[in-house]
């Protein structure tokens, strides 16, 4: 099963534009959508914001936000998507967004390969939608990134087929 050309299928058929808003996968989401001929077709942006000052300067997850949950939490990926949406210059219907971590984490943060989703999807009437899971991912570093990108797209239907309005 080919994740990356299926979402890509998805997406143009339905016209419609991808964001991706990163941290524990670096890019990989939006990497392995660019990888797929015609992904111009859906590929509007990507943030890659690995630190809690880049979560908060460039997709407005509140610094509460971070605190109260962690960095580590659907909390904080469900600001992301939602701020990767919010962009001026965003012109995507659909967000997708990461956070996590791949190996050791710092003393007390969750199990190693835990990794927070959200998927946001504009509707008809300017609200959002938003979607979110925790899952965790075993294997080196690389491994439960990539785990994570290709399972951060492989839901995108799904939740699309969720929305009650559409």
Same mark, same amino acid.
């Given at each position: ?19 991706? !808003?990163? #941290?524990?996968? %670096? =890019? ?10 015609? *992904?111009?077709?859906?590929? /509007? ?56 971590? !791949?190996? #050791?984490?710092? %003393? =007390? ?10 998927? *946001?999807?504009?509707?008809? /009437? ?41």
């Amino acid at each position: 099963m080919d994740i990356p050309r299926q979402a890509v299928s998805f997406l143009s058929s339905r016209g419609l534009m991808l964001a991706t !808003a990163e #941290s524990c996968t %670096a =890019g990989y989401i939006a990497s392995l959508i660019s990888s797929v001929p015609g *992904s111009g077709n859906c590929l /509007d942006v990507g943030f890659v914001t690995y630190s809690p000052t880049g979560k908060a300067g460039f997709l407005g997850v509140r610094e509460e936000t971070m605190k109260q949950h962690g960095l580590t939490s659907e909390a904080v990926a469900r600001e992301m998507s939602e701020g990767a949406l919010a962009q001026e210059a965003c012109c995507a219907d659909v967000a997708v967004s990461n956070t996590g971590v !791949a190996d #050791s984490p710092p %003393a =007390g943060g969750p199990p190693p390969g835990t990794q927070c989703f959200a998927w *946001s999807f504009k509707l008809r /009437d300017g609200g959002i939608k938003t979607f979110s899971e925790t899952k965790r991912f075993e294997g080196e570093r690389n491994d439960v990134r990539r785990a994570a990108a290709l399972y951060a797209l492989s839901r995108i239907e799904h939740y699309f087929n969720g929305l009650s309005e559409r």
